[in-house]
């Protein structure tokens, strides 16, 4: 696997490749498209997010579980993703078929990234 280099750290991520952004009790994934490694971001696609409804284990009855496929890439930075694990990811791109994919589901959809988005980037903002 090809490895690409930003800052102090060696990052194993590569195009096509799906990487997790966790903040609290959710985990944004999403696939790789650019890694733009003279600024040190991540053109990135989402597919999905999980939130964790109740404390405790990250078990598949206490995941919400959001279809990202429609909203709007992200740039943002390398640093802040971890790739996903394959144990993880299959399960999750298994149920997103039976996610509700209505156009109301992906108004929500999109408040809820947008949400996610903004708790980040204020927890964050030295990064950005």
Request: contains cysteine; aromatic residues 10%; glycine residues 4%.
């Amino acid at each position: 696997m090809e490895e690409t280099s930003y800052g102090k750290s060696t990052l194993p991520f590569k195009v096509n490749q799906i990487i997790c952004l966790e903040y609290r009790s959710t985990c944004l994934y999403g696939e790789v498209i650019q890694l733009i490694t003279s600024r040190g971001i991540c053109w990135f696609r989402p597919i999905c997010m999980t939130i964790q409804n109740f404390e405790g284990e990250a078990t598949p009855e206490n995941l919400q579980l959001i279809h990202l496929r429609s909203v709007s890439d992200l740039l943002w930075p390398i640093d802040m993703f971890r790739p996903a694990l394959d144990t993880e990811v299959i399960s999750l791109l298994a149920d997103l078929d039976k996610t509700d994919k209505t156009n109301q589901s992906q108004i929500s959809a999109s408040r809820c990234l947008n949400q996610f988005v903004r708790q980040v980037w204020t927890a964050h903002q030295d990064k950005f």
